[in-house]
């Protein structure tokens, strides 16, 4: 699993859009922690548990209305004309369908969390899954172009206007309504920017073209995150039904300053890895050495993060978020444990994009998300703590499962992968207890004071086990050497794709 040859200019163009890529969730990370801290003390936690009751069904919305056509799209190595313009309309005419049965759903909605508030809510969100719908081919035109620059400024720029919005809303006593203008004004600035940047009108649509098989790829891919989607939002959905909306926004809390930060990150950067490791594929290159690096390089930065953020969780998220939010620590705390491992599932995930395996996904989840709603589910009569231990188990569950999948499917060696992992988190672990450790005996400090020292400390105790190992210190090496190789050639020609 090592590759000797010096990276190509695919693999330093590759680097840069990753490097832009990475500035741009820099970017979104800030817009998400003012939103965090800005809109949670505006606003009370039952306001945030009303939009994520509705949030569930917007998500898997934006599921069946892609019905995995953005992926076809991106993972082909070539993709006419009229094939791009095909993959619009019929994405389109799909997010339009989803749209209107999730407003025809409205009063099962309302049926399902007796909650009369929603009847309103829900036809508002509905519009987000249409905008998506319009958006999703123009992303992916944008992204084979290796245009990343623009995709990350139309991506920050739409989150600012959107959270102003919301802010103003709320200040003026709107509640919960701030945040469904927040969604809304977001997903219209970015369908509005992202075309006009693209320059592109696609062609009326006309049969034939590869149409069907690019349907039948994009129908693997769908279910596939239609199963995804059920695990994820399980929790959300028993939660609000179970134990109301009061509880429901501490959970949901906690789980979207987890996983709102990497999901900013790890979105963009497939568009980024699966464009290039194609182009390294056409090559003639094997794809896999590069993930592994790809996954070190990502998987010690999710787990630091996750890592050292639990162990200080105790004055982060009041101070964060305000006292109120005491109820959310140890959620945080438990999430952060599977969400280290979640990143690694991740990875595993574009490797089946890459080696275009979207029927070996498909079989895959239909075996281990059932398992892990299993998981969660298990953990549900023991309350929000409860099913936060179920995600764990989930996650835990699911990564060795996947590279044994992968290595059956795919050609995929799974060793390299699964001790590469495993090394980062026992070096989180280790930066998880220093955090803890410090912030503990520093309780009579300031808290700001107390969480930087426990982010330091975690920080210093994760980099010296990586350091200490010699694969992982390898890999760090690596990271540096592929970092400047790609600064050096900055004033490249770019490449130019088909």
Request: proline share 5%; aromatic share 8%; hydrophobic share 55%.
């Amino acid at each position: 699993m090592t590759d000797e040859r010096p990276p190509t200019g695919l693999a330093r163009q590759g680097t840069r859009g990753g490097a832009v890529t990475l500035l741009g969730s820099a970017a979104s990370l800030l817009v998400q922690v003012v939103s965090l801290v800005v809109l949670s003390r505006l606003l009370n936690p039952a306001d945030f548990g009303l939009v994520a009751m509705v949030s569930v069904f917007v998500v898997l919305g934006n599921l069946l209305r892609d019905f995995g056509l953005p992926m076809a799209g991106l993972q082909l190595r070539t993709l006419s004309a009229q094939q791009a313009a095909n993959l619009f309309w019929m994405n389109m005419g799909v997010a339009a369908l989803v749209a209107g049965a999730l407003v025809a759903a409205t009063p099962g909605l309302v049926l399902l969390y007796d909650e009369p508030r929603l009847a309103a809510i829900v036809p508002a969100l509905a519009l987000v899954v249409f905008l998506g719908g319009v958006t999703a081919q123009i992303q992916v035109n944008l992204a084979r172009r290796m245009r990343f620059v623009t995709l990350v400024v139309t991506d920050v720029g739409a989150q600012v206007l959107g959270l102003t919005t919301a802010i103003i809303l709320a200040v003026a006593g709107a509640g919960y309504w701030a945040l469904v203008a927040q969604t809304v004004v977001t997903a219209g600035i970015l369908l509005a920017s992202r075309w006009i940047a693209s320059a592109w009108l696609p062609a009326r649509f006309r049969r034939g073209h590869g149409s069907v098989g690019l349907l039948r790829v994009g129908a693997n891919y769908g279910a596939a995150q239609l199963l995804a989607f059920l695990q994820s939002n399980v929790d959300t959905v028993v939660i609000g039904a179970q134990y109301g909306a009061a509880p429901l926004g501490y959970y949901s809390r906690a789980y979207q300053m987890l996983t709102a930060p990497a999901a900013r990150l790890l979105d963009p950067l497939t568009q980024v890895v699966v464009t290039t490791l194609n182009q390294v594929k056409t090559e003639g290159r094997d794809p896999h050495p590069a993930l592994l690096r790809i996954q070190f390089a990502l998987g010690a930065f999710i787990v630091w993060l996750f890592a050292v953020s639990a162990g200080v969780a105790a004055n982060l998220i009041p101070f964060v978020l305000g006292v109120q939010w005491t109820p959310s620590i140890p959620v945080f705390q438990i999430l952060a444990v599977g969400g280290c491992v979640w990143v690694f599932n991740h990875v595993s995930y574009w490797v089946f994009i890459v080696n275009e395996k979207s029927r070996e996904l498909l079989h895959y989840n239909l075996v281990s998300k059932p398992i892990a709603i299993a998981c969660i589910l298990a953990g549900a009569p023991f309350g929000i703590t409860g099913v936060a231990w179920g995600y764990v188990a989930a996650m835990a569950v699911s990564w060795p499962l996947n590279l044994v999948w992968l290595s059956r499917t795919a050609g995929l060696t799974a060793l390299p992968f699964a001790a590469n992992g495993v090394r980062i988190l026992a070096a989180g672990a280790v930066g998880a207890a220093c955090a803890a450790g410090v912030t503990s005996l520093g309780a009579d400090l300031p808290a700001l004071v107390a969480i930087v020292v426990g982010l330091l400390a975690g920080t210093v105790g994760m980099l010296l086990i990586l350091l200490v190992l010699p694969p992982t210190r390898r890999h760090l090496a690596e990271a540096r050497r592929t970092a400047a190789s790609a600064l050096r050639q900055k004033g490249e020609a770019p490449y130019a794709p088909d």
